[in-house]
Structures are given as C-alpha cells and as structure tokens.
C-alpha cells in the first residue's frame, strides 16, 4: 500500500466533514480523462516518493479535535490488502472515515461497512450498466468480472446503512443525456446522485484533452434525471 500524497485539510471531499485526505497509488481502471496519472500509471507511480504511514498517524495524531474525518482516495484504495488494518488504526483515534470507490473491488467494500471500518462511501458510476459502454469510458480495459464486481459494489452499498453518495464525471466525448437519465433509472432508491463537469487540466491517463459540457446543458441533464432519482449537480471535480 502506497501512501503517496496528503491533503491536510479539505471541505470538500467529505461531505460535511473538515477532513484530511489521502491518496493511495494504484487503479485497475484507465478512465481516458483521469486528471491524476501519477497514481494510476505504474511508470508514474514508480518515480513518486512513499509516504511513511508512520508520519501520516503522526499528523492525524496532531490534528485530533481539529479535523473530524479522514478521506481515503486514489488511484483505487480498495486493491489494498492492508487497507482494513490500516483504516482501523485511523478508526481508533477516533475519526470518522470517507471511502471514494470505482466499485471494483465489492467484498473490500463490503468487509469494511460489516466491520463499521468507514461511515462514508463515495462511488464512481462511469456510464449506464451496458458492458460495452463502461469498456470505453474505463480505457478498455474492463473485463465482464470486473463489470459484474461494479454492480455487486452499487448492491452493497445500497442495502447497507451507511451515508454514501454515487456521482458522474460528465465528458462529451462519453456521455449523452440518455445515458445518465438510464443512470438515475438503475439506482432509483439511492440518497443522492451527484453531477460534476469535466474540467480541463495539464494531463490526463490518456494523454488527451476532452470537453466539458455547458452549465446549462448539464442542467438540463440534471432536470431530467431527477424524474427518476435525487439528481443534484455540483461544481467541482
């Protein structure tokens, strides 16, 4: 487990939260337009310095009864075997805990909600449960397991109490209004369902430059896809 990046503070991350954030290195997914190669890459990730878990407790140490919880990202953090030992740890002293998921990895997911390990889950939905559409939104390097894996992650999230929320990148290039309305259709029942525009930066995982929709183009999206789901649209990646 790679620990290569700490956000000392954030409002964002965890809805509600002051938080730290951190960053695990690592993904079985290549999103074309990921804006963080450098933790999803295994040639970049190679070339970045590793964070002691030592110092990152030490920090949290420090800021107890300043921030409330802690964000676990990536990358993908659930490819983590020593994830669950290291999350426990943070746990005990007494933060609450935000999981930001592509849903690969369910019985991760689903160990760490049975164990009361994280209060929070945060999952990616890339695109409409159509195999042949998340294949091209994931770099095409999604098999049908991994597929089935995502849905089962939706599921476990679904059923078990625990806060959470499912959110989309939209992309131009990927996304049409149909295709998130038949998003809000397949997770009807959830609490929320967050929009969020793709915004341009340096570099991506491909190494290409993508287009972000209009404000009230997703707007529009957002109207008719709260039809079918609490649909809410928000302003930041």
Not at 22 to 27: P, Q, R, S, T, V
Not at 143 to 153: G, H, L, V
Not at 207 to 221: A, M, N, S, Y
Request: hydrophobic residues 40%; charged residues 30%; aromatic residues 10%.
């Amino acid at each position: 487990m790679k620990i290569v990046q700490v956000q000392k503070q954030s409002l964002i991350e965890y809805p509600g939260k002051i938080s730290a954030v951190i960053f695990l290195a690592g993904c079985p997914l290549r999103c074309p337009w990921c804006y963080v190669p450098q933790l999803v890459l295994p040639e970049r990730i190679q070339k970045l310095p590793e964070i002691p878990q030592e110092k990152v407790f030490a920090f949290l140490e420090e800021r107890r009864g300043f921030l409330e919880g802690v964000a676990i990202s990536g990358g993908e953090a659930t490819i983590n075997p020593k994830l669950p030992d290291f999350v426990k740890r943070i746990k005990k002293m007494g933060y609450e805990i935000e999981l930001e998921t592509n849903g690969t990895n369910p019985e991760m997911l689903e160990y760490l909600i049975k164990n009361k390990l994280i209060d929070y889950a945060a999952m990616d939905l890339k695109q409409r449960f159509v195999f042949e559409k998340w294949y091209k939104v994931t770099g095409e390097v999604l098999t049908r397991e991994m597929f089935e894996k995502i849905k089962k992650s939706v599921g476990i999230i679904l059923k078990n109490r625990i806060d959470y929320q499912f959110r989309t990148t939209l992309v131009k290039e990927f996304h049409k209004k149909e295709d998130i309305v038949e998003i809000a259709k397949e997770i009807r029942r959830a609490k929320v369902y967050y929009l969020q525009n793709y915004e341009k930066t340096e570099e991506t995982v491909s190494g290409r430059q993508f287009t972000p929709f209009k404000e009230e183009e997703i707007l529009d999206i957002a109207k008719e896809a709260q039809r079918y789901a609490n649909v809410k649209v928000r302003r930041y990646l």
